[in-house]
């Protein structure tokens, strides 16, 4: 017996089998998957915040190494962190998959269940989508997520005396990739927790709400393409320099490992590595107690201050335990120069 | 001297040269393309209409019969259809590129232009988007549009008694894709007409919006894969059966010329063809006149009555001018049939 694929079931008995998934009870959803397009209710007094993320196979992901649960539950949670990045709740998602027909019908629904229940994790619908053939596979996840009107965090509010911080810890996920093309015997106790940090992100929705139902920040960017890249976003839009204490940048206890038994530079995976999904903000620096008191509280994530907000003129430096400074170049990811 | 591309350019310096063509004075969009997400401001008093599409290079469009201007307007296109199915306001969108790093700059800012350029014409603004890189071409909108409380057109609306109306003519996009692939000398008068409907869809929205203010209909969907298959999807979620008359399916002068010199059937065009983004939408006859007379006011698209939803089981069926009846089976595009 042939296995069901996405081509013998047809696009609308895919669509018909994910109707039932995607059943919410929340009031936000008026009318969810099935017509031409969902119809939601926004809270009043709210503002919304609206982002998209496109991961295509062979460039953001490989099948041989992220189950298709995996994949479904990353591509929601990059837009999760967009929507934590602005201090917003996550509340629906419009999902387009393109994918060959031969795809196999079990990870498809496999798939979808990564993207509804790793989203509903965080409060968010999966209210709609769009399937294409496709050669290779291709999502794209659209996100809404609802804030206190006026209060959404932005990449240009940091000003000069702020602190700088970040959530958790930053070079796993880089490292994770790094283990995941080169398999081997060393440092093989860390490579599962790494593996899982690049496959599986957990968008840090908690902290970005704190950070507006405190009011302790302003300002914030998710650090997807690497800290030394978002740094240099942050300081360009708020017209600002930075100064990073390499010693004060937070690392797992896996990647010091990972990288002292592989021979690799640990600052540089935590500095450069991308897809980590941390949470980089700032907040005067008379609230620095405040922030580290009432930020993680009850959310299970470490909040570090790893440097300040200077003048514009001082450029955005990487200061060493010796106290000398250097450019901290962007060193993440464009996707169109490699 | 080598040509500037995708790839020259890099990711940042295209987003910094698209941030000036996106910027807009529309209340609803608080803050633009730039940070992790856009922050939109709804009106009070709406509903929000939530939709996405995707569109893969070989299988929706070819870079050697559609300019880069029209590939973008045409995906903006689909999405406008959409919330014009939903008689909403097309608001905000974000779109997603995937893109080879040799695809030429030029091309791109012309794409990006179709884009924002048709997107205005409809009131609908690019908040934001992601870049990636791909072999083929890949893009994804996704579009919020609004609409007054509750009063969303839905698919699952239909009434027995009510009369099934259409606007335009059917069938043109489908000849013109067919022209495209069959080029030749016959017909060549009505070619251009049909191509023009083919790679550059006006999507319905004032007739949406009117449909919605004069609370004439409550149901509508939009023809994107053929008017047989989207009759069948109305009846099956309103849980009715339809009757339409094959001689009152309306045809342009272009396509029934284009049929009559290529001998192919106009009806198949008509019944059959995608893409032709008009709206088809019940409302009660009592109410027929009222329709005729005031949906179109102003719009410059005409609006014909082509049959009538009956009960159930009485099924979906096509009436031919000797009134006979057979089934009409949805003869349209599924994307993993083929």
Chains 1, 2 share one sequence.
């Not at 298709?68 to 990353?74: E, N, R, S, T």
């Not at 031969?102 to 769009?130: A, E, H, I």
Request: glycine letters at 12%; a positive charge.
């Amino acid at each position: 017996m042939r296995s069901k694929t996405l081509g013998s079931a047809g696009e609308f008995g895919f669509i018909r089998d994910l109707r039932t998934r995607l059943a919410t009870r929340d009031p936000f959803v008026r009318l969810g998957a099935g017509d031409d397009a969902a119809v939601l209710r926004p809270a009043p007094g709210r503002d919304l915040v609206f982002t998209t993320d496109m991961m295509v196979e062979g460039r953001h992901f490989d099948l041989k190494t992220i189950t298709p649960w995996q994949l479904g539950a990353k591509c929601m949670a990059v837009n999760l962190s967009d929507c934590a990045a602005m201090g917003a709740e996550p509340k629906a998602a419009v999902v387009s998959l393109g994918a060959p027909k031969t795809f196999p019908y079990k990870n498809l629904m496999s798939f979808c269940d990564g993207l509804v229940g790793w989203g509903r994790q965080f409060g968010c619908n999966v209210v709609g989508g769009d399937t294409v053939g496709s050669e290779k596979l291709v999502v794209n996840v659209a996100m809404l997520g609802e804030v206190e009107k006026g209060k959404a965090l932005r990449r240009d509010a940091a000003r000069v005396g702020d602190i700088l911080f970040v959530t958790g810890t930053l070079g796993d996920s880089g490292a994770g990739l790094h283990s995941l093309r080169h398999p081997g015997k060393k440092a093989k106790e860390a490579r599962p927790l790494l593996h899982q940090r690049h496959l599986l992100p957990v968008p840090r929705c908690t902290v970005g709400r704190s950070l507006v139902r405190t009011g302790l920040s302003k300002c914030a960017i998710d650090v997807s393409d690497g800290l030394s890249s978002e740094v240099n976003h942050l300081c360009e839009e708020s017209g600002v320099g930075a100064e990073i204490h390499a010693e004060a940048v937070p690392v797992s206890p896996a990647l010091s490992y990972y990288c002292q038994e592989l021979r690799l530079d640990t600052l540089k995976f935590a500095l450069d590595g991308g897809e980590d999904y941390e949470l980089l903000f700032t907040a005067p620096l008379r609230r620095l107690k405040e922030v580290l008191r009432r930020v993680p509280g009850g959310t299970g994530v470490a909040i570090t201050p790893i440097g300040r907000i200077v003048p514009r003129s001082r450029g955005v430096r990487l200061v060493d335990p010796q106290g000398r400074r250097r450019p901290l170049v962007p060193g993440g990811f464009d996707h169109f120069a490699r």
